[in-house]
């Protein structure tokens, strides 16, 4: 039985998409079960005394910047510091992967495709359209993916 690993994330924080290719090399490389979670952040950050960003010092504010501008060249992303629809509400987001783990499916293309589509893309992963775009693109790279190697279209992730 593999070991497994709570991954808690959301699409909202630029730290997850930074981590998640790393995350991703981690599970692969030791085997592991993710059991996928997605967080709210206004709302753990309420529970936690945490503030959310726009209502920090704007020391940390620029700060925080600075962190990320390093964290993208260390790690060699091409990501947006402030997208243009960001921050969002990311509960119908969090949903398509709390749906596909409920129908026994893998979200991990689905976490890689929406983490490129707020911070590289500037997407809105609050409007339903293009949530529906997203899955409609990975379903036609897994068609393709699977008939080229004779599978079709049933392997099982998201």
Do not use: C
């Amino acid at each position: 039985m593999p070991r497994q690993v709570d991954y808690y994330f959301s699409f909202q924080s630029p730290w997850a998409y930074i981590g998640h290719r790393a995350f991703r090399d981690l599970v692969s490389a030791y085997d592991l079960k993710v059991n996928h979670k997605p967080v709210v952040l206004v709302d753990l950050f309420s529970e936690t005394g945490g503030l959310p960003l726009m209502k920090r010092h704007p020391v940390r504010q620029r700060y925080r910047m600075v962190e990320l501008q390093r964290w993208r060249d260390k790690r060699g992303l091409k990501f947006h510091l402030q997208p243009a629809n960001w921050p969002f509400n990311a509960r119908l987001a969090d949903g398509v992967v709390i749906a596909a783990i409920e129908a026994g499916l893998d979200p991990d293309r689905y976490l890689r495709r929406a983490f490129a589509a707020v911070w590289e893309d500037q997407l809105n992963l609050a409007d339903p359209a293009t949530i529906a775009k997203l899955a409609d693109e990975i379903r036609a790279a897994r068609q393709a993916i699977g008939g080229a190697l004779g599978l079709g279209g049933n392997q099982r992730g998201l």
